[in-house]
């Protein structure tokens, strides 16, 4: 048979170990298979399926894709840790014979394009139902927060309105109160002018009463001063005085010892010729 693209699966306990491709010759690949080691475990028990697909491009992309989903043992190469976030509809799977072979099927590559082009619409509409309900939620969120923020903004505007009257009314008050507070202050102005010449006259007695604080300050200097000579002189008279006692008392001894009367008159006139 000519040149057909395909996958192929090996099945063994209802577990899929292997999954291979071909872009030419399936038969040419599952008899290569037969003579690999790692394969001859399997041969006996295991079942081959096949699927025909539209071109390389497929075949390509349904290998990587159905490894990746199923993770067969004996694939090492073009296996991901991460899970597939998609899924692709499978092409219709044919038990491989041996004897038979590959029978090709006319119009496989046909319909499995078709059921690609059907689960795309299906998809499709599927999404468009889906955008279309969340458009229309979206819109009655908008309208609802569109509602939400009119009854915000007309209840803040009432607010406003009544801040602005009250600001009005209480501006009225100010003004009224403005007009009586003016003539306080006039009379204020009156009783200021009033109590500045008072200021100034207190200030100037103040510096009056400073000055004759000043003269008295030196005068009980001056009296102070004479006062501590005077004490001075005091004391030195007292210190005289107490001297005089002093010879006083001597002479007063020599009386009572009886000297002489020359010699008594001699210290006597000594001393007044002294003083």
Aim: aromatic share 12%; net charge neutral; proline share 3%.
């Amino acid at each position: 048979m000519g040149k057909r693209c395909g996958v192929y699966k090996y099945v063994c306990d209802g577990e899929i170990i292997y999954i291979g491709k071909s872009d030419h010759s399936i038969e040419s690949r599952i008899s290569g298979h037969s003579r690999e080691s790692k394969f001859k475990p399997f041969l006996k028990k295991c079942k081959i399926y096949y699927a025909w697909l539209p071109n390389p491009a497929f075949t390509t992309i349904f290998e990587t894709y159905l490894i990746n989903k199923y993770k067969p043992i004996l694939n090492a190469a073009m296996k991901y840790d991460k899970i597939i976030p998609f899924n692709i509809s499978e092409p219709h799977w044919y038990e491989y014979n041996n004897k038979n072979g590959c029978v090709y099927h006319i119009g496989d590559e046909d319909k499995y394009l078709s059921s690609q082009i059907d689960e795309l619409e299906r998809a499709h509409n599927e999404e468009k139902i889906l955008l279309a309900k969340q458009y229309n939620k979206h819109i009655d969120e908008l309208k609802k927060n569109q509602n939400d923020m009119i009854d915000k903004i007309k209840s803040e505007f009432s607010l406003t309105c009544k801040k602005y009257e009250d600001e009005i009314h209480e501006l009225k008050v100010l003004s009224e109160l403005s007009a009586s507070y003016k003539e306080q202050c006039d009379f204020h102005k009156e009783q200021e002018d009033f109590w500045y010449e008072q200021q100034q006259h207190y200030a100037k007695l103040y510096d009056e009463c400073n000055e004759q604080r000043r003269e008295c300050f030196y005068r009980y200097n001056d009296k102070a001063n004479e006062v501590a000579l005077l004490q001075m002189e005091v004391a030195s008279l007292k210190q005289s005085n107490n001297e005089k006692d002093k010879e006083i008392a001597h002479l007063r001894a020599i009386k009572n010892d009886k000297p002489s009367t020359n010699k008594l008159k001699s210290k006597i006139k000594a001393m007044f010729l002294f003083t």
